[in-house]
C-alpha cells in the first residue's frame, strides 16, 4: 500500500515497533492500548487517538484487533474522518457469557456503528456477525477469497528448509526420523485447544511412542491461562516438546508431520494457510476460518471443537493411514497456492481502497 499511499502505523508500544518502520518503510506512532477491558486506560487512548487523527486528518483509519478497533473507530469518527474501516480477524466475544458477554456484545455494535465499512475475514464470520445482529450487510464486505492479509507463498515453502537445518533441529529436539510429529502454532492459551489436545495427545503417546507433539507459541498465562491437569502433563510426558515462541516457524513446521489445531473460535488462522502451505494435512475444528481453508479427508480432517475423543481419534487416524496422510499432504500447498496467495488478497485490498476515493 505504501507505492500507493502514505501509510501512518499506529500500535502500543513494543519492542517490535522500530523494526516494522524499518521494514515497511512507514511512519509509526505509538499508543498504548491495553488487551483486557480498562475503562480508564481506554478513555485515555481514545482521546490521544482523536488527537492524533485530528493532527493527521488522514483519508482512511483501517483498524485491527478488537480493541484498537472499538477506539480507533469510535476516535476516528469524532475526529470526523471520512473512511473508517474496520477487520474483523475473529471473535473473542463468542466464548464470553453472562453479564461479559452483554457487555462485549454492546462494545461490538459500537464498533461497527462507528465504522463506515466492516470486513471479516472470512466468509463464515461474516455469517456469524449477521446472525448476531451486530451490522447490516450492506456494511460488510470480505476481501478476495478470506484472510487478513493472504500469505507469502514463496517464504512458506518447505524447500527453503534444507535437510541439515532439519536434522540439526531433530537433534536438539530429540526427534527421530521415524517419528510422526504433531505439531501446534499459536498462542498456549485454553481458547486454542490446548487442554484438550494436550490430554488427548497424552493417551495417544502411550499406545504409540513414536509419536510427538511440538507445541509452538508464547504463553499467555495472565490473560487466558491452559489448565494445571496440561500444565502436568507437558512436564511429565518426554514426548511433549514445547520450544516457545520462535521468530521463524518454518523449521518446525519442516520437521512435522501434522498440523494440530483444536481452536474453540477464529477469524482466518494464518497458521493454517502457513503449514497448509509448507505441504502438511491439518487437523482443525469445524469453527469459520478453519473449515474455509481445510476440507475434511482432502487437506485434512475437521472436527467438532472442544472435542478430546475426536481430536484423539484424528490423531490416531492420521498416524494409521499414513498414504491418506501422503494423499492430504499432496493437495495442501496447490489450494492455498491458487486461493490465498498474498498478492492476491492486497490487490483486492487496493481495489478496495480505490473504491472509496471514487465514492
Not at 515453502?157 to 521415524?178: A, P
Not at 491439518?282 to 481430536?311: F, H, R, W, Y
Request: net charge positive; proline share 5%; aromatic share 6%.
Amino acid at each position: 500500500m505504501g507505492q500507493f499511499y502514505e501509510m501512518v502505523g499506529v500500535s502500543g508500544k513494543g519492542e517490535s515497533l522500530g523494526l516494522v518502520e524499518k521494514n515497511e518503510n512507514a511512519r509509526i506512532h505509538a499508543i498504548e492500548m491495553t488487551r483486557s477491558i480498562t475503562p480508564i486506560q481506554d478513555l485515555i487512548a481514545t482521546y490521544k487517538l482523536y488527537k492524533f487523527f485530528k493532527r493527521e486528518q488522514p483519508f482512511v483509519v483501517h483498524t485491527h484487533t478488537p480493541k484498537a478497533g472499538t477506539l480507533g473507530m469510535l476516535a476516528a469518527k469524532i475526529a470526523g474522518v471520512p473512511n473508517r474501516v474496520h477487520t474483523i480477524a475473529g471473535l473473542p466475544l463468542l466464548e464470553a457469557k453472562g453479564v461479559k458477554r452483554t457487555l462485549l456484545n454492546n462494545v461490538e455494535r459500537l464498533t461497527y456503528k462507528c465504522s463506515t465499512h466492516v470486513l471479516p475475514n472470512s466468509f463464515e464470520l461474516k455469517r456469524t456477525i449477521l446472525d448476531l445482529k451486530f451490522t447490516s450487510n450492506e456494511k460488510l464486505s470480505v476481501i478476495a477469497n478470506g484472510s487478513s492479509n493472504g500469505i507469502d507463498e514463496q517464504h512458506y515453502d518447505v524447500r527453503n528448509i534444507s535437510e541439515s537445518k532439519k536434522s540439526e533441529l531433530r537433534q536438539k529436539l530429540k526427534i527421530d526420523n521415524s517419528d510422526i510429529v504433531f505439531i501446534y502454532l499459536g498462542r498456549i492459551v485454553k481458547d486454542k485447544g490446548i487442554n484438550e489436545l494436550v490430554v488427548a495427545f497424552d493417551r495417544l503417546s502411550r499406545t504409540y511412542p513414536k509419536s510427538k507433539l511440538l507445541i509452538v507459541g508464547p504463553r499467555e498465562d495472565d490473560l487466558d491461562p491452559i489448565s494445571n491437569t496440561s500444565e502436568e502433563i507437558i512436564k511429565k510426558n518426554n514426548s511433549i516438546i514445547v520450544p516457545g515462541a520462535q521468530t521463524d516457524i518454518r523449521p518446525f513446521v519442516a520437521i512435522s508431520n501434522v498440523l494440530a489445531f483444536p481452536s474453540y473460535r477464529e477469524g482466518f488462522p494464518n497458521v493454517v494457510l502457513q503449514a497448509s502451505c509448507m505441504g502438511l494435512p491439518c487437523i482443525v475444528s469445524n469453527i469459520n476460518g478453519c473449515n474455509e481453508i481445510i476440507t475434511d479427508k482432502e487437506n485434512g480432517l475437521v472436527i467438532p471443537p472442544k472435542n478430546e475423543e475426536a481430536l484423539y481419534n484424528a490423531m490416531k487416524f492420521m498416524i494409521e493411514n499414513p498414504d491418506c496422510r501422503t494423499k492430504m499432504s499432496l493437495g495442501s500447498r496447490e489450494n492455498i497456492v491458487n486461493k490465498y496467495q498474498q498478492s492476491l488478497v492486497w490487490n483486492e485490498l487496493l481495489k478496495f481502497y480505490r473504491s472509496l476515493e471514487e465514492s
